[in-house]
């Protein structure tokens, strides 16, 4: 398997509850990278990443030096840039040819780089994409209406029963919502982004599909603490 098949997994330098069940998102083929501190979260778990994007302000001496000395790329960015360090992680994943991409650390702490970190999700360059969000308690993704159900127009959930699942249109109205698995079952219909109905579904098994018609909605799949069951299909 070349690096261009590989799952690409970018570590954000946010927040992770649970680095246990973060290592258990993890293939042994993926591919690592990390946005500026996000390597942090993969030393401590042991682990070197293939390459750190961003401008680097996060790293300490020792630690770029470690970097450096592991043969670590370093793509080092100005400072004064338009783009987070996880929007450039994610054009290099997708540049590289990553086809499956998943995030870690990128949920939680302050709430503008938690938006801005799920509308990166929503950009159109990354439709047919498989891109998710997770910090191995909750994962969040888009389902995107108009796709080929080979290419995400049917995206599913692994977890166990009673797990919260919510469906939040972003945006604009999402319509022809179909669902299957979960407990309240949506069947062709239209969620509305003023409107709260979407949210806390609960898995009624181990996996749930969501098709829609048009539109952009957002999935986030919040786990038991107490499960192992930690299978991202990314």
Request: hydrophobic share 40%; net charge negative; with cysteine.
């Amino acid at each position: 398997m070349s690096e261009s098949e590989s799952r690409a997994v970018i570590f954000a330098n946010g927040s992770l509850p649970n680095l246990e069940a973060v290592s258990r998102l993890l293939h042994p083929d993926d591919t690592l990278l990390a946005a500026d501190g996000g390597s942090f979260h993969l030393l401590a778990l042991g682990l070197l990443p293939s390459a750190v994007i961003g401008d680097l302000d996060s790293l300490s001496t020792a630690d770029r030096r470690r970097l450096e000395a592991a043969g670590v790329r370093l793509l080092q960015h100005p400072r004064d840039k338009d783009e987070t360090d996880l929007e450039l992680a994610l054009h290099y994943a997708v540049e590289a040819g990553h086809r499956s991409i998943l995030v870690v650390g990128a949920l939680g702490g302050r709430l503008d780089q938690t938006l801005g970190n799920l509308s990166l999700l929503a950009d159109p360059a990354l439709e047919g994409l498989e891109v998710r969000l997770d910090d191995g308690v909750e994962e969040a993704f888009f389902v995107r209406g108009g796709e080929a159900p080979s290419r995400g127009a049917n995206r599913r959930i692994h977890g166990c029963p009673g797990e919260v699942v919510s469906l939040l249109p972003w945006g604009a109205p999402v319509e022809g919502v179909t669902t299957d698995g979960l407990r309240w079952p949506l069947r062709g219909e239209t969620l509305f982004p003023h409107k709260t109905r979407g949210i806390s579904n609960e898995l009624l098994g181990e996996t749930a599909s969501v098709t829609l018609t048009s539109g952009l909605l957002l999935i986030v799949h919040r786990r038991n603490p107490r499960s192992s069951n930690v299978n991202p299909q990314a």
